[in-house]
Protein backbone atom coordinates (compact mmCIF):
# COMPACT_ATOMS: atom_id res chain seq x y z
CA UNK A 1 0.00 0.00 0.00
CA UNK A 2 1.19 3.55 -1.11
CA UNK A 3 -0.91 5.57 1.71
CA UNK A 4 1.15 5.37 4.92
CA UNK A 5 -2.06 5.43 7.72
CA UNK A 6 -1.94 6.94 11.21
CA UNK A 7 -0.89 4.45 13.09
CA UNK A 8 -2.66 4.64 15.85
CA UNK A 9 -7.24 4.92 16.29
CA UNK A 10 -8.36 7.82 18.44
CA UNK A 11 -9.81 6.96 22.39
CA UNK A 12 -10.27 10.04 23.47
CA UNK A 13 -11.31 13.18 21.35
CA UNK A 14 -10.61 17.14 22.01
CA UNK A 15 -13.55 19.45 20.39
CA UNK A 16 -11.67 22.39 18.27
CA UNK A 17 -13.85 25.29 18.48
CA UNK A 18 -14.52 26.63 15.02
CA UNK A 19 -14.24 30.19 13.90
CA UNK A 20 -15.70 32.69 11.40
CA UNK A 21 -13.32 34.76 9.48
CA UNK A 22 -15.08 37.84 10.92
CA UNK A 23 -14.61 36.35 14.29
CA UNK A 24 -11.34 35.63 14.11
CA UNK A 25 -10.47 39.22 12.12
CA UNK A 26 -11.92 40.52 15.99
CA UNK A 27 -9.49 37.80 18.05
CA UNK A 28 -6.50 39.04 15.97
CA UNK A 29 -7.14 42.95 16.16
CA UNK A 30 -7.59 42.49 20.29
CA UNK A 31 -4.57 40.09 20.37
CA UNK A 32 -2.81 43.21 18.70
CA UNK A 33 -1.71 40.69 15.70
CA UNK A 34 0.78 39.07 17.55
CA UNK A 35 -0.44 35.45 17.65
CA UNK A 36 1.17 34.56 21.04
CA UNK A 37 -1.49 36.62 22.67
CA UNK A 38 -4.28 34.53 21.20
CA UNK A 39 -6.20 32.37 23.47
CA UNK A 40 -5.70 29.02 22.59
CA UNK A 41 -9.58 28.20 22.50
CA UNK A 42 -9.49 30.31 19.21
CA UNK A 43 -6.77 28.46 17.71
CA UNK A 44 -8.50 25.84 14.84
CA UNK A 45 -4.87 24.24 14.55
CA UNK A 46 -2.35 25.05 16.72
CA UNK A 47 0.91 25.12 14.23
CA UNK A 48 2.71 27.27 16.85
CA UNK A 49 5.62 24.53 18.16
CA UNK A 50 5.81 21.01 18.40
CA UNK A 51 7.23 21.42 21.90
CA UNK A 52 5.07 19.95 24.58
CA UNK A 53 1.98 19.20 22.57
CA UNK A 54 2.13 16.01 21.40
CA UNK A 55 -1.19 13.57 22.56
CA UNK A 56 -0.19 10.83 25.12
CA UNK A 57 -0.90 7.23 24.18
CA UNK A 58 -3.50 4.99 26.34
CA UNK A 59 -0.24 2.95 28.04
CA UNK A 60 1.35 6.42 28.68
CA UNK A 61 -2.21 7.51 30.26
CA UNK A 62 -1.65 4.46 32.24
CA UNK A 63 1.84 5.54 33.57
CA UNK A 64 -0.30 8.91 34.77
CA UNK A 65 -2.29 6.87 37.13
CA UNK A 66 0.47 3.94 38.02
CA UNK A 67 3.19 7.07 39.21
CA UNK A 68 4.93 6.60 42.56
CA UNK A 69 5.08 9.57 43.98
CA UNK A 70 7.49 8.87 46.88
CA UNK A 71 9.99 11.78 47.54
CA UNK A 72 12.71 9.91 47.15
CA UNK A 73 13.68 6.46 45.78
CA UNK A 74 10.07 6.56 42.92
CA UNK A 75 9.44 3.30 41.50
CA UNK A 76 8.61 5.62 38.31
CA UNK A 77 12.23 7.02 38.37
CA UNK A 78 13.87 3.48 38.08
CA UNK A 79 11.30 2.96 35.21
CA UNK A 80 12.62 5.87 33.42
CA UNK A 81 15.70 4.65 34.20
CA UNK A 82 15.79 1.11 32.81
CA UNK A 83 14.19 2.84 29.67
CA UNK A 84 16.86 5.22 29.18
CA UNK A 85 19.43 3.00 30.26
CA UNK A 86 18.41 0.66 27.60
CA UNK A 87 18.04 3.15 24.77
CA UNK A 88 20.76 5.03 25.39
CA UNK A 89 23.67 3.04 27.10
CA UNK A 90 24.31 6.15 29.59
CA UNK A 91 23.91 4.50 33.09
CA UNK A 92 24.25 8.46 35.15
CA UNK A 93 20.41 9.80 34.38
CA UNK A 94 18.95 12.42 35.87
CA UNK A 95 15.20 13.82 35.19
CA UNK A 96 14.63 17.88 34.78
CA UNK A 97 11.65 19.79 34.32
CA UNK A 98 12.81 20.45 30.65
CA UNK A 99 15.51 20.90 28.19
CA UNK A 100 16.90 24.05 29.43
CA UNK A 101 17.03 23.05 33.10
CA UNK A 102 19.70 20.62 31.46
CA UNK A 103 21.17 23.07 29.86
CA UNK A 104 21.25 25.56 32.63
CA UNK A 105 23.10 22.86 34.89
CA UNK A 106 25.65 22.12 32.32
CA UNK A 107 26.76 24.96 31.65
CA UNK A 108 27.26 26.31 35.21
CA UNK A 109 29.46 23.58 35.36
CA UNK A 110 31.83 23.51 32.14
CA UNK A 111 31.03 27.04 30.56
CA UNK A 112 32.19 30.07 32.52
CA UNK A 113 33.89 33.78 31.19
CA UNK A 114 36.34 33.06 28.13
CA UNK A 115 35.04 29.72 27.26
CA UNK A 116 33.84 28.60 23.67
CA UNK A 117 31.25 26.33 22.42
CA UNK A 118 30.63 25.26 18.88
CA UNK A 119 28.02 23.51 17.98
CA UNK A 120 26.44 22.61 14.26
CA UNK A 121 23.82 25.49 15.52
CA UNK A 122 22.96 26.00 18.96
CA UNK A 123 18.94 26.25 19.88
CA UNK A 124 17.99 29.57 21.65
CA UNK A 125 17.84 28.37 24.99
CA UNK A 126 21.39 26.78 25.10
CA UNK A 127 22.89 29.76 23.39
CA UNK A 128 21.16 31.98 26.09
CA UNK A 129 22.23 29.74 28.90
CA UNK A 130 25.95 29.01 27.47
CA UNK A 131 26.17 33.29 27.48
CA UNK A 132 24.33 33.31 30.48
CA UNK A 133 27.47 31.11 31.81
CA UNK A 134 29.74 33.71 30.37
CA UNK A 135 30.77 31.35 27.75
CA UNK A 136 30.65 32.22 23.70
CA UNK A 137 28.35 29.84 21.71
CA UNK A 138 29.35 29.29 17.89
CA UNK A 139 27.46 27.75 15.44
CA UNK A 140 29.76 26.17 12.28
CA UNK A 141 27.14 24.82 10.19
CA UNK A 142 27.66 23.44 6.54
CA UNK A 143 27.40 25.92 4.15
CA UNK A 144 24.25 24.20 2.31
CA UNK A 145 21.87 24.54 5.09
CA UNK A 146 22.24 28.63 4.39
CA UNK A 147 20.61 27.48 0.53
CA UNK A 148 16.95 27.22 1.50
CA UNK A 149 16.57 24.92 -2.17
CA UNK A 150 19.60 23.19 -1.86
CA UNK A 151 17.90 19.25 -0.98
CA UNK A 152 21.35 18.16 0.43
CA UNK A 153 20.25 15.00 2.71
CA UNK A 154 21.97 15.55 5.92
CA UNK A 155 21.41 19.91 5.95
CA UNK A 156 22.29 19.86 10.08
CA UNK A 157 26.02 18.51 9.69
CA UNK A 158 28.47 20.41 11.32
CA UNK A 159 31.25 21.87 9.07
CA UNK A 160 34.16 19.80 10.65
CA UNK A 161 37.00 21.70 8.45
CA UNK A 162 35.66 24.63 10.71
CA UNK A 163 35.58 22.85 13.89
CA UNK A 164 39.52 22.25 13.38
CA UNK A 165 40.14 26.31 12.37
CA UNK A 166 37.74 27.20 15.42
CA UNK A 167 40.19 24.57 18.10
CA UNK A 168 43.47 25.87 16.69
CA UNK A 169 42.51 29.70 17.08
CA UNK A 170 40.43 29.18 20.83
CA UNK A 171 42.91 26.60 22.11
CA UNK A 172 41.36 23.30 23.54
CA UNK A 173 42.12 24.78 27.05
CA UNK A 174 39.17 27.11 26.26
CA UNK A 175 36.88 24.82 24.60
CA UNK A 176 34.46 23.14 27.22
CA UNK A 177 32.49 20.54 25.52
CA UNK A 178 31.67 20.67 21.15
CA UNK A 179 27.71 20.46 20.97
CA UNK A 180 25.72 18.67 18.15
CA UNK A 181 21.58 19.26 17.82
CA UNK A 182 20.22 16.32 16.81
CA UNK A 183 18.28 17.09 14.31
CA UNK A 184 19.73 20.83 13.90
CA UNK A 185 15.98 22.45 14.86
CA UNK A 186 17.40 26.37 13.67
CA UNK A 187 18.56 24.93 10.49
CA UNK A 188 14.72 23.87 9.80
CA UNK A 189 14.99 20.25 11.80
CA UNK A 190 17.38 19.49 9.28
CA UNK A 191 18.65 15.71 10.12
CA UNK A 192 22.82 15.02 11.26
CA UNK A 193 24.55 11.87 9.64
CA UNK A 194 26.23 9.56 11.73
CA UNK A 195 29.38 9.99 9.05
CA UNK A 196 29.52 13.84 10.21
CA UNK A 197 28.53 12.51 14.10
CA UNK A 198 31.79 10.14 13.66
CA UNK A 199 34.00 13.12 12.17
CA UNK A 200 33.71 15.36 14.58
CA UNK A 201 33.71 12.78 17.81
CA UNK A 202 37.46 12.01 15.72
CA UNK A 203 38.24 15.68 15.86
CA UNK A 204 37.00 16.23 19.77
CA UNK A 205 38.98 12.51 20.71
CA UNK A 206 42.22 13.72 18.90
CA UNK A 207 42.22 17.22 20.85
CA UNK A 208 40.59 15.58 23.69
CA UNK A 209 37.32 17.42 24.03
CA UNK A 210 34.07 16.32 25.42
CA UNK A 211 31.25 15.72 23.24
CA UNK A 212 27.73 16.81 24.30
CA UNK A 213 24.44 15.80 21.95
CA UNK A 214 21.56 18.10 22.34
CA UNK A 215 19.61 15.37 21.57
CA UNK A 216 15.59 16.56 21.66
CA UNK A 217 14.83 15.11 18.29
CA UNK A 218 17.48 11.83 18.24
CA UNK A 219 14.50 9.58 17.08
CA UNK A 220 13.46 11.75 14.20
CA UNK A 221 17.02 11.87 13.15
CA UNK A 222 17.69 8.09 13.64
CA UNK A 223 15.09 7.91 11.04
CA UNK A 224 16.63 10.13 8.39
CA UNK A 225 19.64 8.17 8.79
CA UNK A 226 18.03 4.93 8.38
CA UNK A 227 16.09 6.46 5.30
CA UNK A 228 19.12 8.50 3.70
CA UNK A 229 22.35 7.23 4.30
CA UNK A 230 23.47 4.33 2.78
CA UNK A 231 26.13 2.91 5.14
CA UNK A 232 22.76 2.44 7.34
CA UNK A 233 19.72 1.51 5.25
CA UNK A 234 16.66 -0.58 6.83
CA UNK A 235 18.91 -0.74 9.84
CA UNK A 236 16.82 -0.77 13.22
CA UNK A 237 16.56 2.54 14.60
CA UNK A 238 17.02 1.90 17.92
CA UNK A 239 20.78 0.62 16.60
CA UNK A 240 21.26 3.88 14.39
CA UNK A 241 19.95 5.73 18.01
CA UNK A 242 22.28 3.58 19.96
CA UNK A 243 24.83 4.60 17.63
CA UNK A 244 24.59 8.00 18.22
CA UNK A 245 24.70 7.85 21.76
CA UNK A 246 27.99 5.56 21.89
CA UNK A 247 29.52 8.90 20.41
CA UNK A 248 28.61 11.34 23.08
CA UNK A 249 30.12 12.36 26.65
CA UNK A 250 27.09 13.80 28.18
CA UNK A 251 23.61 14.32 26.38
CA UNK A 252 20.56 16.96 27.29
CA UNK A 253 17.14 16.25 26.45
CA UNK A 254 14.00 18.12 25.97
CA UNK A 255 11.44 15.13 26.76
CA UNK A 256 8.51 17.68 25.55
CA UNK A 257 10.02 16.55 21.90
CA UNK A 258 10.77 12.87 20.71
CA UNK A 259 10.09 11.89 24.45
CA UNK A 260 6.46 12.22 23.68
CA UNK A 261 5.31 14.20 26.94
CA UNK A 262 3.70 17.51 27.58
CA UNK A 263 6.55 18.35 30.27
CA UNK A 264 10.34 16.82 31.21
CA UNK A 265 13.30 16.68 30.42
CA UNK A 266 16.93 14.81 30.61
CA UNK A 267 20.51 15.32 31.61
CA UNK A 268 23.00 12.17 30.87
CA UNK A 269 26.28 11.98 31.56
CA UNK A 270 29.28 9.57 31.48
CA UNK A 271 32.00 11.35 33.43
CA UNK A 272 31.15 10.18 37.34
CA UNK A 273 32.52 13.52 39.13
CA UNK A 274 30.74 15.73 37.00
CA UNK A 275 28.12 13.90 37.73
CA UNK A 276 27.72 14.27 41.37
CA UNK A 277 28.29 17.97 40.86
CA UNK A 278 25.26 17.96 38.65
CA UNK A 279 23.33 16.05 41.49
CA UNK A 280 24.23 18.80 43.65
CA UNK A 281 22.99 21.48 41.33
CA UNK A 282 19.97 19.61 40.44
CA UNK A 283 19.10 19.33 44.09
CA UNK A 284 19.49 22.92 44.55
CA UNK A 285 17.20 24.38 42.37
CA UNK A 286 15.13 21.21 40.65
CA UNK A 287 14.60 18.63 43.20
CA UNK A 288 15.80 15.56 44.56
CA UNK A 289 17.71 13.44 42.27
CA UNK A 290 15.00 10.61 41.74
CA UNK A 291 12.59 13.47 40.42
CA UNK A 292 14.40 16.35 39.11
CA UNK A 293 11.02 19.04 39.68
CA UNK A 294 8.37 16.56 37.79
CA UNK A 295 5.47 14.20 39.44
CA UNK A 296 6.48 10.70 39.62
CA UNK A 297 3.10 10.18 37.43
CA UNK A 298 5.28 12.36 34.77
CA UNK A 299 8.46 10.21 34.71
CA UNK A 300 6.12 7.02 34.03
CA UNK A 301 4.73 9.09 30.55
CA UNK A 302 8.41 9.77 29.73
CA UNK A 303 9.76 6.35 30.10
CA UNK A 304 6.47 4.95 28.06
CA UNK A 305 7.14 8.38 25.62
CA UNK A 306 11.03 6.95 24.89
CA UNK A 307 9.47 3.63 24.44
CA UNK A 308 7.27 4.41 21.71
CA UNK A 309 9.17 7.30 19.89
CA UNK A 310 11.79 4.55 18.54
CA UNK A 311 8.31 2.41 16.97
CA UNK A 312 9.34 2.54 13.31
CA UNK A 313 5.55 2.50 12.12
CA UNK A 314 5.13 6.06 14.02
CA UNK A 315 8.82 7.61 12.54
CA UNK A 316 7.24 6.61 9.27
CA UNK A 317 3.93 8.12 9.69
CA UNK A 318 5.79 11.18 11.49
CA UNK A 319 8.46 12.02 9.37
CA UNK A 320 5.91 11.32 5.79
CA UNK A 321 3.03 13.82 7.49
CA UNK A 322 6.02 16.53 7.44
CA UNK A 323 6.76 15.74 3.88
CA UNK A 324 3.32 15.39 2.68
CA UNK A 325 2.48 19.36 3.94
CA UNK A 326 5.50 20.60 2.37
CA UNK A 327 5.02 18.71 -0.92
CA UNK A 328 1.50 19.97 -0.99
CA UNK A 329 2.64 23.62 -0.62
CA UNK A 330 5.42 23.12 -3.17
CA UNK A 331 2.96 21.61 -5.87
CA UNK A 332 1.01 25.22 -4.80
CA UNK A 333 3.77 27.46 -5.88
CA UNK A 334 4.50 28.21 -2.16
CA UNK A 335 8.58 28.20 -1.61
CA UNK A 336 9.19 26.10 1.35
CA UNK A 337 12.72 24.95 3.37
CA UNK A 338 14.01 22.24 1.53
CA UNK A 339 13.97 19.09 1.90
CA UNK A 340 11.36 19.42 4.63
CA UNK A 341 13.12 18.30 8.39
CA UNK A 342 11.70 16.31 11.09
CA UNK A 343 9.23 18.47 12.77
CA UNK A 344 8.41 21.71 10.72
CA UNK A 345 7.75 23.09 6.93
CA UNK A 346 9.15 26.65 7.40
CA UNK A 347 7.55 29.08 4.55
CA UNK A 348 9.83 31.56 2.81
CA UNK A 349 7.41 34.42 3.85
CA UNK A 350 10.42 36.88 1.36
CA UNK A 351 8.70 34.97 -1.74
CA UNK A 352 5.29 34.48 -0.53
CA UNK A 353 5.00 38.45 -0.01
CA UNK A 354 7.64 40.22 -2.03
CA UNK A 355 5.56 43.60 -1.71
CA UNK A 356 5.94 44.03 2.04
CA UNK A 357 9.97 44.65 2.44
CA UNK A 358 11.47 43.25 6.02
CA UNK A 359 11.04 46.62 7.95
CA UNK A 360 6.96 45.69 7.61
CA UNK A 361 7.48 42.04 8.64
CA UNK A 362 6.75 39.92 5.59
CA UNK A 363 6.70 36.68 8.15
CA UNK A 364 4.69 38.32 10.66
CA UNK A 365 1.65 39.31 7.89
CA UNK A 366 1.69 35.43 6.52
CA UNK A 367 0.97 34.55 10.49
CA UNK A 368 -1.42 37.02 10.60
CA UNK A 369 -2.83 35.95 7.17
CA UNK A 370 -3.09 32.52 7.78
CA UNK A 371 -4.94 33.22 10.99
CA UNK A 372 -7.36 35.13 9.71
CA UNK A 373 -8.36 32.84 7.09
CA UNK A 374 -8.32 29.69 8.36
CA UNK A 375 -7.93 29.81 11.99
CA UNK A 376 -4.34 28.39 11.85
CA UNK A 377 -1.39 29.25 14.53
CA UNK A 378 2.01 29.74 13.05
CA UNK A 379 5.17 30.99 14.10
CA UNK A 380 7.26 34.34 12.85
CA UNK A 381 10.80 33.27 12.68
CA UNK A 382 12.09 36.73 10.72
CA UNK A 383 12.72 40.08 11.29
CA UNK A 384 10.46 40.36 14.40
CA UNK A 385 12.26 37.61 16.33
CA UNK A 386 15.42 38.47 15.51
CA UNK A 387 15.15 41.72 17.05
CA UNK A 388 16.26 45.51 16.55
CA UNK A 389 19.67 44.94 16.24
CA UNK A 390 20.16 41.75 14.46
CA UNK A 391 19.17 41.48 10.29
CA UNK A 392 18.06 37.74 9.72
CA UNK A 393 19.18 35.61 7.16
CA UNK A 394 15.86 34.72 5.76
CA UNK A 395 11.72 36.02 6.38
CA UNK A 396 10.23 32.25 7.80
CA UNK A 397 7.29 31.16 9.29
CA UNK A 398 6.99 27.96 10.56
CA UNK A 399 4.67 25.32 10.79
CA UNK A 400 5.53 23.44 13.41
CA UNK A 401 3.30 19.78 13.77
CA UNK A 402 2.34 18.49 17.26
CA UNK A 403 2.97 14.58 17.74
CA UNK A 404 0.07 12.30 16.78
CA UNK A 405 -2.35 15.61 18.20
CA UNK A 406 -3.65 16.01 14.07
CA UNK A 407 -4.86 13.94 10.82
CA UNK A 408 -4.16 13.99 7.55
CA UNK A 409 -7.54 15.73 6.78
CA UNK A 410 -6.05 18.56 8.96
CA UNK A 411 -3.03 18.80 7.32
CA UNK A 412 -5.01 19.23 4.34
CA UNK A 413 -6.86 21.78 5.06
CA UNK A 414 -3.93 23.94 6.29
CA UNK A 415 -2.22 22.99 2.91
CA UNK A 416 -5.50 23.98 1.20
CA UNK A 417 -5.44 27.14 3.47
CA UNK A 418 -1.80 28.10 2.68
CA UNK A 419 -2.36 27.95 -1.39
CA UNK A 420 -5.17 30.07 -1.04
CA UNK A 421 -3.63 32.52 0.60
CA UNK A 422 -0.92 32.49 -1.74
CA UNK A 423 -3.19 33.32 -4.75
CA UNK A 424 -4.59 36.42 -2.82
CA UNK A 425 -1.17 37.17 -1.53
CA UNK A 426 -1.04 40.40 -2.60
CA UNK A 427 -3.72 41.87 -0.14
CA UNK A 428 -1.44 41.15 2.68
CA UNK A 429 -0.49 44.10 4.56
CA UNK A 430 2.73 44.80 6.51
CA UNK A 431 2.48 45.67 9.96
CA UNK A 432 4.39 48.43 12.52
CA UNK A 433 5.52 47.68 15.72
CA UNK A 434 3.45 49.44 18.85
CA UNK A 435 5.12 48.53 21.61
CA UNK A 436 7.98 45.67 22.01
CA UNK A 437 10.65 44.74 24.96
CA UNK A 438 14.21 44.84 23.56
CA UNK A 439 15.12 40.38 23.84
CA UNK A 440 12.55 37.97 23.04
CA UNK A 441 10.20 40.37 21.43
CA UNK A 442 8.44 37.93 19.80
CA UNK A 443 6.59 36.51 22.72
CA UNK A 444 4.99 40.00 23.67
CA UNK A 445 5.30 42.33 21.15
CA UNK A 446 2.20 44.27 19.61
CA UNK A 447 1.63 45.33 16.23
CA UNK A 448 -0.96 47.69 14.16
CA UNK A 449 -1.50 47.00 10.01
CA UNK A 450 -0.49 49.51 8.31
C1 LIG B 1 13.12 22.70 22.77
C2 LIG B 1 14.59 22.59 22.63
C3 LIG B 1 15.44 22.83 23.71
C4 LIG B 1 14.94 23.35 25.06
O1 LIG B 1 14.02 22.50 25.64
P1 LIG B 1 12.82 23.04 26.60
O2 LIG B 1 12.19 21.77 27.05
O3 LIG B 1 11.93 23.90 25.77
O4 LIG B 1 13.46 23.79 27.72
C5 LIG B 1 16.79 22.66 23.51
N1 LIG B 1 17.29 22.28 22.32
C6 LIG B 1 16.50 22.05 21.26
C7 LIG B 1 17.11 21.62 19.95
C8 LIG B 1 15.13 22.20 21.38
O5 LIG B 1 14.35 21.99 20.30
Redesign the pocket.
Known amino acids: MKTIIEPFRIKAVEPIRMTTPAQRDAILRAAKFNPFLIPARDVLIDLLTD ?2 ASAMSSDQWAGIMRGDESYAGSESFFALRRVVEDLTGFTNILPTH ?4 S ?1 RILFELIGGPGKVVPSNAH ?1 D ?2 RANIEHSGARAINLPIPQASRPRDRHPFKGDMDVAALETLIRAEGTANIPAVMM ?1 VTN ?1 TSGGQPVSLANLRAVREVCTRHGLPLIL ?1 A ?2 FAENAWFIRTREPAFVDRPVRDIARAMFDLADGV ?1 I ?4 DGLVNIG ?1 LLLIRDHALFQRACNLLILTEGFVTYGGLAGRDLEAMAQGFREVVDEDYLSYRIRSVEYLGQKLLDAGVQIIEPPGGHAIYIDAAHFAPHIPPEQYPGQAVVCGLYRAAGIRACEIGSVMAGPHRRPEMELVRLALPRRAYTQSHYDYVAEACAELFTRRRELRGLRILEAPDVLRHFTATFEEL
Not at 98 to 101: F, S
Not at 254 to 257: D, E, L, T
Open positions: SGQGRAEFTTTNDCRTSAKKG
